[in-house]
């Protein structure tokens, strides 16, 4: 789950049916994956959708740098802790791009060199989540990105919760994280720790989504 909200779902009726590995992975077990998610089934919702993966992880050249890019439609509990993220939004057609962007230095790490880098990473993201959003709003679809140090929308009203990227990757990208203090640090397979995660997010079709992120830099 993305942020702890109360569930619809009795706590009886969940400890007594298998969970889905889409909506529940924390719960998924063999026995769970293939049997129906009785727990969603149960839902007050009349429509469930499970995680599907539009785009897998892909890399993307973005001012002569490498990002990573993917595109997926997520499950219906993850959507349910977006709606107060993006209050003003339908958050059950929205589409989540998970954005990284591999490091020079540790993110475990502290210091001047470390905030110089950040900074520098949320500057280069925010043109290339901006770029995206201009291509998707000009073809009439809303289009937003949250600050990764705030968690907060940058164009869309802000909401009652913020949106913590890392615990997006674990759910989206099942990424391993690291608890370093208070923070935690997500777990790239290739770049480890020295990686830089933020998300986008829009109710474009996945194809259009993918056709935009997947243009040269100068298209």
């Not at 969603?40 to 050249?61: D, G, Q, Y």
């Not at 890019?69 to 959507?79: D, E």
């Amino acid at each position: 789950m993305l942020m702890q909200t109360p569930s619809t779902t009795p706590a009886s009726l969940s400890a007594a049916v298998p969970a889905c590995p889409s909506c529940h992975p924390h719960l998924a077990t063999s026995r769970a994956a293939a049997s129906a998610c009785a727990a969603c089934s149960s839902s007050t919702s009349t429509r469930v959708r499970h995680h599907t993966t539009h785009l897998p992880p892909t890399l993307v050249e973005f001012e002569s740098c490498p990002l990573q890019v993917s595109v997926h439609a997520p499950a219906t509990r993850f959507l349910r802790d977006l709606a107060p993220v993006f209050p003003t939004v339908d958050s059950a057609n929205i589409l989540v791009v998970p954005v990284l962007q591999p490091t020079v230095l540790d993110m475990v790490a502290y210091g001047r060199d470390v905030d110089a880098e950040r900074d520098a990473l949320l500057e280069r993201f925010v043109r290339f989540a901006s770029r995206l959003a201009d291509r998707l709003t000009e073809k009439g679809y809303w289009c937003d990105f949250t600050d990764p140090a705030s968690g907060y929308p940058v164009r869309s009203a802000a909401g009652s919760a913020l949106y913590p990227d890392v615990s997006g990757c674990t759910a989206l990208l099942r990424y391993d994280v690291m608890n370093v203090g208070c923070c935690k640090v997500v777990l790239h397979p290739d770049w480890g720790s020295k990686v830089y995660p933020a998300t986008c997010f829009t109710t474009a079709p996945s194809e259009v989504v993918v056709a935009a992120l997947l243009l040269d830099d100068d298209a």
